[in-house]
């Protein structure tokens, strides 16, 4: 079987004026590996790709460690511990930020939130906003709460609505008028993203994994934007040459964004392995496309660890 631990941000401080990111410390990732030693034994991308059928139908609990994004302090703070302990893990990139050198809108969105409170950039988006796309139905507020769950209700929506009820051409409007008033672009993608360097050794040891190009929910995409998405991404991480073996991260990972055809064009680019956020373990007989994962923050050492709750 497979269980597989997933992590974004990874900082030693998370203060902020309006804090809304939900990481973790070096302190506690290393805690948490080690936590994590004691009921599994851990596996790379090379050997998941190359013995996955033996892997979902074995009765030792292989464990898997994913971070998305490809953010510099995932590599900074979190390789050292990974190399420490004798840890590979998958990092899965999203190519805009090298490509186009532009600060992904999940990560705009994100910056946002951590500096004007959630009502207010509400109100801001909807003075922004031609569009009458601010009701949302019973059945969306139900899973804009299941999807984010670790936020209040507020920001929950505001999420929902930016991620899953506009189109990315209407959130990439609206967002970037925002967000020019509050950062500099250019410094946010040289402080937060990986460099090409630290890009190239994960690569050299097939740590890489494709979080498609612009990490906009592929299920809401048509299918030749899909494919685009999927290929821009796997053909970037190719061009280091070092012919890796790449899974893909379905950005936000719900039933929406990886619904059909988003796994079969997937399989038709060259990914043999996909990754939702479906949480649970994986055992044998799993589609290969469409395997679990659990956030950090549900497994043993996380902050919201209750065991009653895993589905095994």
């Given amino acids: 079987m497979l269980t597989v631990s ?7 401080d998370f203060s902020a004026p309006y804090p809304s990111i939900f990481g973790v410390t070096p302190t506690e ?5 080690c936590e994590l030693a004691k009921i599994g034994e851990f596996i790379n991308q090379s050997r998941l790709i190359n013995d996955i059928d033996a892997i979902l139908s074995s009765s030792i609990n292989y464990i898997l460690i994913t971070f998305d994004d490809g953010l510099k302090e995932q590599y900074v703070l979190g390789k050292p ?16 930020n090298y490509i186009e050198k532009v600060v992904s809108q999940v990560h705009k969105i994100h910056l946002l939130r951590l500096q004007i409170p959630t009502l207010m950039l509400l109100k801001m988006i909807e003075n922004l906003s031609s569009e009458n796309s601010f009701d949302l139905s019973q059945e969306d507020l139900k899973n804009a709460k299941l999807f984010y769950r670790y936020d209040d209700f ?9 991620n899953f009820k506009f189109t990315k051409d209407q959130t990439t409007k609206i967002i970037d008028v925002i967000f020019d008033d509050y950062y500099n672009r250019s410094t946010v993608v040289n402080d937060l993203y990986m460099t090409n ?5 994960l690569s050299s040891l097939n740590m890489l994994g494709s979080h498609t190009h612009s990490h906009f929910s592929l299920g809401l995409l048509k ?25 893909v991260s379905y950005p936000y990972g719900n039933n929406d964004s990886c619904k059909s055809p988003v796994p079969d064009i997937a399989l038709e680019v060259g990914h043999k392995i996909g990754f939702t956020f479906e949480r649970g373990v994986n055992h044998f007989g799993e589609n290969h496309l469409l395997l679990k994962r659990y956030d950090c923050n549900d497994l043993i050492g996380g ?3 209750q065991e009653k709750l895993l589905w095994k």
């Fill in 6 to 12: 997933n992590y974004h941000y990874i900082r030693e």
């Fill in 81 to 96: 511990i990974l190399d420490k302990l004798k840890i590979q893990a998958v990092y899965f990139i999203n190519s805009i």
């Fill in 303 to 305: 902050k919201n660890y």
């Fill in 29 to 33: 990732f290393e805690n948490q590996l």
């Fill in 197 to 201: 360097a630290q890009l190239v050794e």
């Fill in 154 to 162: 507020d920001s929950a929506c505001l999420k929902y609505l930016l």
């Fill in 223 to 247: 299918s030749s934007e899909i494919r685009k998405e999927l290929e821009t991404t796997k053909n970037f991480i190719d061009s280091f040459g070092h012919k890796n073996l790449i899974t």
